[in-house]
């Protein structure tokens, strides 16, 4: 079935290091990808999408770009802020009723 | 995109008794998800509530558990019942197409003690 695999933390990085958060994904078809961002004690929220291959979503700083032949989604940021400490969830949809989440990172940017 | 208020926010409850938990959207909504987030992990779907009709479980997760109301298309509940320490977990509602992408409420978190 579909699946997402996504690269372990806790990730500690400096303000302005660059971020790289890799996910990977099993999928019998062509997914929609997505990242969501969970700041402390919230809920999800949407962060970047893509919805084919070759496509880059971008949001906030954050890009992330579709690529098929590595079945690859990884998220990249240049300069990280301090305000962008929280987990990171990818995920995949190919179905009306199927979002399949990776087990998250989570990312803690010091001062 | 949809708006979700969600509450409870959080509450910490005996074990066997019940939880139940709603969902309210500003917007008339086809689908609402409900998730559980165990501490420390990824999300897992629990039940898919479509109104006007029974709401579809996931493997490992059963109506008389997690009985689930869906009365019309702005509002959802979800009850969590005889409950154990097991049950502790965030659980949150969200709407949206799969392929387009979900809003999520803000989360119940939830201590059972």
């Known amino acids: 079935g579909n699946s997402v695999t996504q690269m372990e933390g806790p990730v500690t990085l400096s303000e302005e290091a660059f971020l790289t958060i890799n996910c990977t994904y099993t999928?019998?078809?062509?997914?929609?990808l997505f990242w969501y961002v969970q700041y402390p004690g919230e809920g999800l929220q949407l962060l970047l999408k893509?919805?084919?291959?070759?496509d880059k979503g971008s949001n906030k700083g954050f890009e992330a770009t579709y690529r098929k032949e590595t079945t690859s989604f990884h998220l990249e940021k240049g300069s990280v802020q301090v305000s962008d400490s929280a987990v990171y969830f990818c995920?995949?949809?190919?179905?009306?009723?199927?979002?399949?989440f990776g087990a998250g990172t989570r990312l803690t940017v010091k001062p | 995109s949809a708006v979700i208020s969600q509450k409870p926010s959080r509450d910490i409850c005996q074990r066997g008794t019940s939880l139940t938990i709603q969902c309210q959207v500003d917007?008339?909504?086809?689908?609402m998800f409900w998730y559980r987030q165990q501490p420390g992990q990824s999300l897992t779907l629990i039940a898919t509530?479509?109104?006007?009709?029974?709401?579809?479980?996931e493997s490992g997760f059963v109506i008389d558990k997690f009985p689930i109301s869906r009365p019309n298309l702005t509002f959802s509940t979800l009850t969590v019942s005889n409950m154990s320490p097991e049950d502790s977990s965030i659980y949150l509602c969200?709407?949206?197409?799969?392929?387009?992408?979900?809003?999520f409420g803000s989360g119940t978190r939830l201590t059972v003690v």
């Open positions: 969200s709407v949206g197409e799969p392929r387009v992408g979900y809003t």
């Open positions: 999928a019998t078809g062509y997914p929609s």
């Open positions: 893509a919805t084919k291959a070759d």
């Open positions: 995920a995949l949809s190919e179905s009306n009723n199927d979002m399949r």
């Open positions: 917007s008339q909504v086809t689908m």
């Open positions: 509530a479509n109104q006007g009709s029974e709401a579809t479980y």
